[in-house]
């Protein structure tokens, strides 16, 4: 077995899919190339359109690709055959945003369901399903129907579902989408806990960043098919390379929600992790360079366990000034980032 085959549970290469043809073709992924490792958390984001969707949908072939390969445990899924295929999508487990249940069927009938396709013996599929049900915390509620539980009650049993099989991973496409904050941070949770505990590969799918930020070890951006950025959660957060990443990062759901163009000072976006964000650096900023800056937007996140923080700040528009302020920042371990390209 190569190395590479050892840590990484899925290998993208080159990987292209394009709707339709002639003038109303949609290239829905470009040559998209990344890796995701094993027992990692892994998260794809985008916006709207950006085609994160239907990457998630190919690394279990329910989406073919027109160019390039998906590897998933060293095995082209593109070139496998049907029964080989459905073989591999035992280890490949996935939840949507809603929910996919059987509403005619008990909770406990609808993860024993991937059981009985797969031909395990109706008692042990009980005696699975009950475990699944209870690790998801819904144990008492194995007669219940989909229709009597709240909507993250049904993730859960969705999660429960996908884990019946004992996957090696879990795809997560837009999972808590449908879910208010409380209980999107309590599915998270779980998730993290089931990472944890299970060793289990988890891949989300997600548009907005406080998932990824809460949960995710790396994260690739997608942006109109293409990848445009790939690496750990904390180095982009902190040091985003492109707009499109900027724009997913602001405070807010974007950088549309601040109009630079309004203010009469150099705008930037400061970001401080937890080895500094206890510090009153705006504070001592003003106390040792004695300029001041305006605050424009603010807030703080939890990034796996640490404390990080993140301000929109009006910098007087003074080339001298600039520099000073933008020095301390620096010193301080505050990374400064100019929001020019957002005028």
Do not use: W
Not at 114 to 120: D, K, N, Q, T
Not at 226 to 235: C, F, H, Q, T
Request: proline share 3%; hydrophobic share 40%; glycine share 8%.
């Amino acid at each position: 077995m190569s190395l590479e085959k050892e840590n990484n549970i899925y290998t993208l290469r080159n990987v292209s899919k394009v709707f339709g043809s002639g003038d109303t073709a949609v290239k829905a992924i470009d040559d998209v190339s990344l890796d995701i490792h094993r027992g990692e958390i892994f998260g794809i984001i985008g916006m709207s359109g950006a085609g994160k969707s239907t990457l998630v949908r190919t690394l279990n072939r329910l989406e073919s690709i027109d160019e390039g390969s998906v590897i998933f445990n060293g095995l082209n899924l593109g070139t496998l055959s049907n029964k080989k295929l459905r073989e591999a999508r035992h280890s490949i487990g996935i939840i949507f945003q809603n929910y996919n249940l059987l509403m005619q069927k008990t909770i406990l009938a609808n993860v024993m369901m991937p059981l009985r396709i797969a031909g395990v013996p109706k008692s042990e599929r009980r005696e699975k399903a009950i475990k699944m049900l209870s690790i998801v915390g819904l144990e008492d509620r194995l007669n219940a129907y989909p229709a009597q539980l709240s909507g993250g009650q049904r993730q859960r049993v969705a999660i429960a579902r996908a884990l019946a099989t004992d996957p090696e991973v879990l795809l997560c496409d837009e999972a808590t989408s449908a879910l208010d904050p409380k209980t999107t941070g309590e599915i998270l949770k779980l998730l993290k806990k089931i990472n944890s505990e299970m060793k289990l590969t988890i891949v989300i799918i997600t548009h907005e960043m406080k998932v990824v930020e809460s949960i995710c070890d790396r994260v690739a951006i997608i942006n109109y098919g293409k990848l445009v950025e790939i690496g750990d959660v904390k180095e982009i957060f902190t040091r985003p390379k492109t707009e499109t990443a900027r724009n997913l990062l602001m405070p807010g759901a974007g950088a549309n929600d601040i109009d630079i163009s309004e203010y009469k000072g150099r705008c930037a976006r400061i970001v401080f992790d937890g080895t500094v964000s206890s510090e009153p650096i705006i504070c001592n900023l003003t106390r040792k360079t004695g300029h001041t800056v305006s605050i424009l937007s603010a807030n703080t996140k939890s990034i796996g366990g640490i404390g990080f923080g993140q301000m929109i700040i009006e910098i007087p528009d003074d080339e001298k000034v600039y520099a000073e302020i933008v020095g301390f920042l620096t010193e301080a371990g505050v990374a400064v980032d100019e929001l020019k390209s957002y005028r």
